[in-house]
């Protein structure tokens, strides 16, 4: 691979491993504009400023108390939220929104947890896969023009063709549901497969980083001195089974779930629905959890190496040793989810 790598930059909000703690009720005002981040052992820490000319200053959470000079005698509230957010596995909006209510952690605004408008709109082409046996089921043949699933949902809440008001009013018999509850059914189905085609792009945008960081541990293993120690080679070894099994993973539980829906559609029905529902939701964590791992580690190895011939081979033989197997196990502890 010969092009040249960048970190993955997205929003807050779009991020698999931030987490603005502005969106937490915190009591130390330093805190509410600091982050809660994965680094790349997949450590949670806290980062208080970034930039390109400084760097991240970062600052383990069991440090806390001595920076804010918080008492001995208990733990400070703060300190027990962010201790619980820490052991989450991924900070992406999809997990966040089951893990934080599971470990009764609180939250200034629910709604809050979505992605951007951009990032929404990146990802209508994943969306199409979707909303395109909605729009034949609904509007058939008819000329509509839909580029957004904010377009589709402003369809079904004013349809202005006869055709397609009698299509709703027959899915709306089939779902049991009155015909004004259609947009809020579309609307949890919008949710629900726009976090398919997140995860989905997420998972897209990390190929061209397992292929340059596979790559790159060729000439580790052919080095003359360096192919002879037998633990950097079961190093090299972990981290390229991780890349392949896992990306293979999340792309066949993706593709069952792309199954189910297609045939959700063939026998629509609100417990179809439910079911289809509760069984992609029931992986957001373990598909996050590992989602987040990887960006975090692809985008470690695209800083330090942008290019591919950026770094010998005892270089980056150093990189995979002391940085990129580190928090590997964290990852693989999905396998046995993804086999259920």
């Known amino acids: ?15 698999m491993f931030v987490l603005p703690l502005s969106i937490i009720p915190l009591q130390t005002p330093a805190l509410q504009s600091a982050k809660l981040i994965k680094n790349v052992r997949l450590k949670s820490v806290i980062e208080i400023f970034q930039d390109a000319q400084t760097g991240s200053g970062q600052v383990d959470i069991d440090s806390l108390p001595r920076m804010f000079n918080w008492p001995d ?4 509230p703060d300190h027990a939220i962010l201790r619980r957010l820490a052991l989450l596995p991924s900070y992406d909006v999809y997990s966040l929104r089951i893990s934080l209510r599971e470990h009764g952690i609180p939250v200034n605004d629910y709604s809050a947890l979505k992605l951007s408008p951009d990032k929404a ?26 580029n957004t699933y904010e377009d589709l949902l402003h369809l079904f809440r004013d349809p ?16 049991n549901i009155d015909i004004f509850e259609v947009p809020r059914f579309l609307e949890d189905y919008g949710d629900t497969f726009l976090s398919l085609s997140y ?39 972990t981290i390229e089974d991780t890349i392949n099994n896992m990306s293979a993973a999340i792309t066949g539980r993706l593709e069952v779930f792309e199954k189910r829906t297609r045939e959700m559609w063939g026998n629509l029905n ?33 800083r330090m190496f942008p290019r591919p011939n950026m770094g010998g081979p005892v270089k980056r033989a150093d990189f995979m040793a002391s940085e990129m197997i580190q928090g590997i196990g964290q990852i693989r502890q999905a396998e046995k989810a993804f086999a259920m």
């Open 160 to 175: 202005d063709v006869r055709k397609a008001r009698q299509r709703l009013e027959q899915m709306a018999t089939s779902l």
């Open 73 to 76: 005698i208990e733990l400070h």
């Open 121 to 146: 709109n990146e990802l209508t082409k994943y969306m199409m896969m979707f909303t395109r046996p909605l729009m034949k089921l609904i509007y058939a043949d008819e000329a509509v023009n839909v």
């Open 1 to 15: 691979m010969d092009e040249e790598l960048s970190a993955i930059a997205d929003s807050d909000m779009d991020s």
């Open 199 to 237: 995860f989905r792009h997420c998972l897209d945008r990390l190929e061209p980083y397992f292929t340059a960081c596979v790559e790159s541990m060729k000439p580790i293993r052919t080095h003359f001195q360096l192919k002879q120690d037998a633990g950097l080679m079961k190093t090299c070894d």
């Open 270 to 302: 609100q417990e179809e629905f439910r079911q289809v529902k509760t069984l992609i939701e029931r992986y957001h964590v373990t598909i996050g959890s590992v989602l987040c791992g990887l960006t975090v580690k692809m985008n470690s190895f695209a």
